[in-house]
């Protein structure tokens, strides 16, 4: 049978070296504390946001629960106040 290898004195430098860039990668390049680009904000996004009372018109009018006539009757009541 072979004998293991025994490790030079520089092995284990290596692989910690290794080990550092692996993690650093992972937290740096991943979904890491910077992945929005350094910008952190209580504020939500645009999908977690309040619609509009417009936005759930056209939401309204684009399903077909309010005629073409209601629809821009209420936006224009909309848009005036």
Not at 25 to 53: C, I, N, R, V, Y
């Amino acid at each position: 049978m072979k004998q293991l290898k025994k490790y030079q004195k520089g092995d284990a430098g290596a692989a910690m070296v290794i080990v550092m860039l692996v993690v650093m990668l992972g937290f740096f390049g991943g979904k890491g504390m910077w992945s929005d680009g350094g910008h952190h904000s209580s504020a939500p996004d645009a999908s977690q946001q309040e619609k509009t009372a417009l936005d759930l018109l056209d939401e309204m009018y684009a399903r077909g629960e309010i005629s073409r006539e209601d629809y821009l009757r209420k936006r224009e009541d909309l848009l005036n106040h």
